[in-house]
Structures are given as structure tokens and as C-alpha cells.
């Protein structure tokens, strides 16, 4: 049993019980050898494994501000929600508290350029960090929408959830776009990556 305050985690197949102290237990006969903060690593090592989308997320107005995210994610179609987890010590966190708007605009293969721009803490701050990147301005939010992405969204904060050392997002959508025969820029491994085409997966059948 695990009481109110304990945590539950998995490491490298171990079922590992921690306790309110931070001291770890055993369940089931399996010995635990690791307290609760070596999880971190190996959590960090085992999400590398998952392949995900990029998006930039940006905010408008007085908090103008973008930054590259690929904790993005679908929530509901009815009523239309997304979320996107920021830390609470980014930049962006600050600028969607006050905004409580945000726009998403999710990269293709061919914008791996602005993937790294936007994770680039020497970039310039405010709106001088879009003069040298295409966008429009959301119709909805304000935000800009960078140019020649796969989709868009633009979203209404309607929750703001502690998740950890990020908030969790939760986003009504207000508008949305996307365009057809382009392939997505993906993040796996700790690098970006592109999607074969089906041509090119079907010549290489041949």
C-alpha cells in the first residue's frame, strides 16, 4: 500500500515505493536501490525514447515571446482543448500567465532552423526576436503564427494545473489551420529528425 503522501514510480522494471521522507521501500520482494531523486535521469533517458511533434509556442502583445515546446498535446474535441507544459522558470510561463492566451504554430521538416532559434537564450528579447522570422499576427490572440508551418492554434488559458517544476496549460481553441503534403519536423533521442515521404518509404521496398 502506498499512503496519501507516498509516490509510485517505475525503474528499469522495479516497482519502487517512496515515502513522504523521500526514503524508498520494496513491493512485492523486488529490491529498491534508489531513492526518489534518481528517478530524474533515467526519466529523462526513458522520454528521449518517445518521438514527438515540435511546436513553437508564442504569446502576443506587451508579453510577446516565443519558445520552442514539444510538450503539446490534444485534449478534447469537445469542447476543442490542448495543453502545452512550460516550466515555471521560463520566460514563457510568465508571458501566457499574463497574456492567459497562446498561439501554437507546429513545425515541418524544413523549419528544424527555427526549432533551435527558439532554444537559443542568446536570441534578442520581446519582439526584436521576430525581425529576422516570418509570422502574422493571430486574428484571434495576437500572437504571432510563424509562416510556412504545418498547422496553427491559437488558445484561451482556461486552466493553469501544477505539474512539478511546470504548470500545465490547459488551452481553450479559439482558431486553427493546416496545410496538406508536407511532412512534420520530429524530436527523438535528443535530436530533431524528419519523416520519410511514402515514396521514398516505397522505392526503398522495390
Not at 44 to 63: H, N, P, Y
Request: aromatic share 6%; charged share 15%; glycine share 12%.
Amino acid at each position: 500500500m502506498v499512503g496519501r503522501a507516498g509516490v509510485r514510480a517505475g525503474i528499469r522494471g522495479w516497482e519502487l515505493i517512496v515515502t513522504e521522507n523521500g526514503s524508498a521501500s520494496h513491493m512485492n520482494g523486488h529490491q529498491v536501490a534508489a531513492p526518489l531523486i534518481r528517478i530524474a535521469p533515467e526519466l529523462r533517458e526513458t522520454m528521449r525514447q518517445f518521438a514527438t511533434g515540435i511546436t513553437v509556442l508564442t504569446t502576443g502583445g506587451d508579453s510577446i515571446h516565443g519558445m520552442t515546446a514539444n510538450a503539446f498535446s490534444s485534449v478534447s474535441l469537445d469542447p476543442p482543448l490542448v495543453l502545452c507544459c512550460v516550466a515555471r522558470t521560463a520566460i514563457m510561463h510568465a508571458a501566457i500567465t499574463t497574456a492567459r492566451n497562446f498561439a501554437v504554430s507546429i513545425l515541418g521538416a524544413e523549419q528544424e532552423h527555427l526549432a533551435r532559434y527558439f532554444t537559443n537564450r542568446q536570441r534578442p528579447r520581446g519582439r526584436a526576436q521576430f525581425d529576422t522570422v516570418r509570422w502574422r499576427p493571430g486574428p484571434h490572440t495576437g500572437a504571432p503564427l510563424l509562416a510556412d508551418s504545418l498547422a496553427w492554434l491559437e488558445c484561451q488559458v482556461l486552466h493553469g494545473y501544477d505539474g512539478g517544476d511546470h504548470t500545465i496549460f490547459v488551452g481553450e481553441v479559439l482558431g486553427a489551420g493546416s496545410v496538406s503534403g508536407r511532412t512534420p519536423l520530429l524530436f527523438f533521442g535528443g535530436g530533431y529528425h524528419q519523416v520519410a515521404s511514402r515514396v521514398t518509404e516505397e522505392m526503398h521496398r522495390c
